[in-house]
């Protein structure tokens, strides 16, 4: 069943408009991050089923890529379908994880707001790179809350900034996204769970009901975003 906590991309129907555009994005995230990979070492914490991190040793064959998930369903997954003489997996918590070496990228996209202490995420990425490396991560940075019950913590552009800023990592380079809302079957009773927003809209309701004032920062972001959610993927370094 799909649900709105990862992506597995062979289970996205290829005849919905929706499924294929919330692949997309996250492919494009990927896409951007592979364009500035630096170093031997690539590490993609929170990897998930694997294509993403696939992407990424597809695109730098001359790189050694590890991708790491808690999920051992999603390792197993990733394992039988995205295989590549410079790809592994470990299945391990991003926030305890200890490679043997260190590593000269890290990329960790769409992570950060689903963990309930980003600041010392941010730390243990930090602690992981080597000298002069970089880290390549995302966040929404429209409110999330309401609609994700995966996510813990919302981000703007600067909240999201200042979890890098006491490692010596600051903003080089940056990349925005746009994904307009999904209606279809929004509040449908029983969900098919044909794509993944089915259902969504009544468990809107219901985080409103508990969190009234919340309503007040999504009509905000509305005002000014319209029916849109925005992602940051960011590149972060010491370097200039």
Not at 74 to 96: E, F, G, K, M, V
Request: positive net charge; hydrophobic residues 40%; charged residues 20%.
């Amino acid at each position: 069943m799909l649900t709105i906590e990862r992506i597995y991309p062979l289970q996205l129907d290829p005849q919905s408009p929706d499924d294929q555009d919330t692949l997309r994005i996250h492919l494009e995230r990927y896409g951007f991050a592979a364009q500035w990979l630096a170093g031997e070492r690539v590490l993609d914490m929170a990897c998930g089923c694997g294509y993403g991190t696939a992407l990424l040793a597809e695109a730098h064959p001359d790189k050694t890529v590890i991708g790491v998930d808690i999920d051992p369903a999603a390792i197993a997954y990733a394992q039988a379908h995205y295989r590549l003489p410079n790809l592994s997996y470990q299945c391990a918590d991003a926030q305890t994880f200890r490679p043997t070496s260190a590593f000269d990228t890290i990329v960790s996209l769409e992570t950060i707001e689903h963990l309930p202490r980003p600041r010392q995420l941010a730390a243990h990425c930090a602690s992981l790179l080597a000298e002069g490396g970089q880290i390549i991560a995302s966040v929404p940075i429209t409110p999330t809350l309401d609609g994700n019950p995966h996510h813990l913590h919302d981000f703007s552009k600067g909240t999201f900034f200042a979890l890098f800023g006491p490692h010596g990592l600051k903003p080089q380079r940056h990349f925005e996204q746009v994904q307009w809302w999904q209606f279809k079957g929004l509040f449908r009773s029983r969900p098919s769970k044909q794509h993944r927003s089915e259902g969504v809209g009544n468990a809107v309701l219901r985080y409103y009901r508990k969190h009234p004032f919340y309503l007040l920062l999504r009509l905000a972001s509305m005002l000014r975003y319209g029916f849109s959610n925005r992602y940051l993927t960011c590149v972060f370094s010491t370097r200039p």
